[in-house]
């Protein structure tokens, strides 16, 4: 039986065949594909007798910080979680992020919340898994207007964690750490490399072998609507109302 895919169901598919030898993912307030992910990896990891462990700040379920942020960030740095997702207003070929504003600073055009930690997120969780639905020379830039957090540094510089992944809807790096370049390696369905090398603001590689994003199989999507769906809808209830109606 041939489902209908939605947007959002393949991208929380993808993000969660990253997560499959985690032991402990978090994910930040607002972030309802990457909580969703996460839980669907927790779910099929109970198949093969794993436990992941899932930390959302936005929820009071599986939220076991007390302190909020502060635990998070003390449970980073005693390298206690696998996986964090950060995002960003913009993303540059070297993995910078600015989640600040846009414009030269301080004279900035648009204001954002802020960085809130992500610098040392970026530093000591060993998987960061960059993720931005939107793909165009808007947010993908040659140079991104203000560093939040550094996706490289200089040598000597103590530092566990780091990006490993950029997702977006259209295709899916990797970070080349010693390069300090992105690479290309997986593509949407309809999706030309030609076309992305269009809608991506700064250079990339492009892996020997495209592959594209795979379907989620049958099983899987039935264990995120019957199970995940009802889950993410107690503390993302926009989200799930919007995608799977509840």
């Known amino acids: 039986m041939i489902l209908d895919i939605q947007r959002e169901e393949l991208l929380i598919s993808q993000l969660a065949d990253l997560l499959k030898n985690d032991r402990h993912v978090a994910v930040g307030a607002a972030s309802p594909i990457p909580g969703a992910a996460a839980l669907l990896a927790r779910e099929e990891a109970k198949t093969f007798d794993k436990r992941l462990r899932v930390t959302i ?20 740095a005693q390298g206690r979680i696998d996986t964090f997702f950060l995002g960003g207003v913009q993303i540059d070929g070297k993995a910078n992020i600015n989640l600040v504003g846009t414009g030269e600073y301080p004279k900035i055009e648009k204001r954002f919340p802020g960085s809130f930690g992500s610098a040392l997120m970026y530093f000591v969780v060993p998987q960061i898994i960059l993720f931005r639905e939107e793909h165009s020379p808007r947010t ?43 690479s290309l390696f997986k593509i949407n369905e309809k999706e030309t490399i030609e076309n992305l090398i269009k ?29 995940i769906a009802p889950m993410v809808s107690e503390f993302y209830p926009e989200f799930a109302n919007r995608v799977w109606g509840i």
């Open 199 to 227: 809608l991506t603001g700064f250079d990339f590689d492009v892996d020997k072998e495209i592959t594209q994003m795979p379907h989620p199989h049958t099983n899987r999507i039935n264990i995120l609507r019957n199970k």
């Open 140 to 182: 993908l830039v040659k140079k991104v207007d203000f560093i939040s957090a550094p996706g490289v540094s200089e040598k000597g510089v103590y530092r566990p964690g780091g990006p490993k992944y950029l997702l977006t809807n259209r295709a899916l790096f990797k970070f080349n750490k010693s390069l300090q370049k992105f």
């Open 57 to 76: 700040l936005h929820s009071n379920r599986y939220n076991n910080f007390t302190d909020g942020a502060r635990e998070l960030f003390d449970c980073a």
